[in-house]
């Protein structure tokens, strides 16, 4: 399993970025896929994780800002981050865990990607 995180940057408060994490050497649907960041001095946290399953999970903190979608036909998927906020800072990663039963844990993922930053400063 290898995963690609893309579209980290600079972004204002208030702005927009959306991530990438493209999957390959496995069927997408198979896995749970989530994305995670760790801020300097803080510990990984799980800000949303996506299956086949309808329900997705987002940290408390993203809820109605950040969106979490897939394309299972380029088997990847995105994590749309709107009203973007400093504290929002950090460096994200995709990771993958077969199955759909899984808590959005970074211990519970067994492949990840590189991270990719985000910054959102004025």
């Known amino acids: 399993v290898q995963l690609q995180a893309s579209g980290g940057g600079l972004a204002r408060p208030g702005g927009s970025l959306r991530l990438s994490c493209t999957v390959s050497?496995?069927?997408?649907?198979?896995?749970?896929i989530g994305w995670f960041r760790q801020a300097p001095g803080k510990e990984r946290e799980g800000v949303s994780c996506s299956s086949k399953d309808p329900n997705t999970y987002y940290v408390e903190s993203v809820k109605g800002r950040f969106t979490n979608s897939r394309d299972n036909a380029k088997s990847t998927v995105y994590l749309q981050m709107n009203n973007l906020k400093p504290e929002d800072t950090a460096v994200y990663y995709c990771?993958?865990?077969?199955?759909?039963?899984?808590?959005?844990?970074?211990?519970?993922?067994?492949?990840w990607g590189q991270g990719t930053l985000v910054t959102v400063s004025s």
């Open positions: 050497g496995v069927t997408l649907e198979d896995y749970t």
């Open positions: 990771a993958a865990h077969i199955g759909t039963h899984v808590k959005c844990r970074y211990a519970e993922f067994d492949y």
